[in-house]
């Protein structure tokens, strides 16, 4: 029983507007849902991804006004954009600059061509090349050309203060392979441990960075939420559900969010993390053609349409 990848990362935004600007407009990105997070239905929760929607290639925002997160351990501290090519960085340099982006230019991490960047409320970024590796579905309306458009997730960094209890999660409950160390700050010694589901690669990876004596972070604008890794069908993901019963996690047992399903637990280190399935997908609902135009509203929530769109407002008017 193996996870597959990384299926989506979920963050927090201050300003929808303004976030959907920048997703759709400077990144390039498709929104292909538009909805609102089901425990908490006065915020948006706004996924953006490939032409496809496919899994692996979400990243979703909750719509929460607060001030900007305190970075620290005990959380997800940079998720990363898989891009195809040397040339494909230089191109997003030049964006990046041209939109006033903040960015960190070219580095290599982890033997990979990188570019950190910030989006507007501060959530850390990498744009990573993958050398063109697996598939890529791009948006054919996408103000980035085709060739230089994001393909994916992966891979996300981790900072918790102690090594072993996150350590046995990764490893010895959820089955991922310890691949490799790196140093995250390029100096002579390795500080962050890299693990791989699936048959690896950027879009199958965590990278767990080690930071004792770090103060915890406090959530807020710009800090990431959780992030999903994948399980392919239903019959891994029960199978999944008694597994994370018999190591003893404390979890959320089986959530049916209509577009996949979700188990939710947190491990030693103070990571959140959900596992999802790959289906049934975001066409269960709307067509491919038109995700993302409309409000969408699972079953549960379809009868209080009226009173959820009136707590809105539209994308569109926000200031951005």
């Known amino acids: 029983m193996q996870l597959t990848g990384i299926h989506h990362l979920t963050a927090i935004t201050a300003n929808a507007g303004r976030n959907h600007h920048f997703y759709t407009h400077t990144l390039g990105m498709r929104l292909v849902k538009k909805t609102v997070n089901q425990d908490d239905v006065s ?8 032409a496809l929607a496919s899994p692996g290639t979400d990243l979703t925002f909750f719509d929460w006004p607060s001030p900007r997160e305190r970075r620290g351990t005990r959380s997800i501290i940079r998720a990363g954009l898989r891009v195809a090519g040397e040339n494909t960085l230089q191109w997003w340099l ?3 600059d041209e939109a006033g982006v903040f960015h960190g230019g070219l580095t290599v991490r982890d033997k990979r061509s990188t570019i950190d960047f910030e989006d507007p409320d501060g959530l850390r970024l990498s744009l990573i090349d993958d050398n063109g590796g697996g598939e890529s579905h791009p948006w054919e309306a996408s103000p980035v050309p085709a060739p230089y458009q994001i393909r994916g997730l992966g891979p996300v960094t981790l900072s918790v203060p102690e090594f072993t209890p996150t350590d046995r999660v990764l490893a010895d409950v959820l089955n991922l392979r310890r691949a490799r160390m790196y140093s995250f700050f390029n100096d002579s010694k390795p500080d962050v441990h890299v693990y791989e589901m699936g048959g690896g690669g950027p879009s199958a990876e965590l990278h767990l960075l080690v930071e004792p004596g ?3 972070a406090r959530s807020g ?3 990431v939420h959780h992030v999903a890794l994948r399980t392919p069908d239903i019959s891994d993901y029960n199978a999944w559900n008694a597994r994370l019963q018999e190591a003893g996690m404390p979890a959320s047992g089986p959530v049916d969010r209509h577009y996949f399903r979700s188990l939710y637990f ?3 280190g103070g990571i959140l993390f959900e596992i999802a399935t790959d289906g049934p997908g975001f066409t269960t609902d709307e067509p491919l053609e038109s995700l993302g135009n409309h409000l969408a509203l699972p079953p549960f929530l379809e009868g209080r349409r009226k009173e959820i769109e009136a707590g809105l407002k539209p994308l569109a008017t926000v200031e951005v």
């Open 221 to 223: 604008a710009g800090a």
């Open 266 to 268: 947190r491990e030693p």
């Open 43 to 50: 915020a948006y929760h706004l996924f953006y991804a490939d």
């Open 94 to 96: 030049r964006r990046f």
């Open 214 to 216: 770090t103060a915890p």
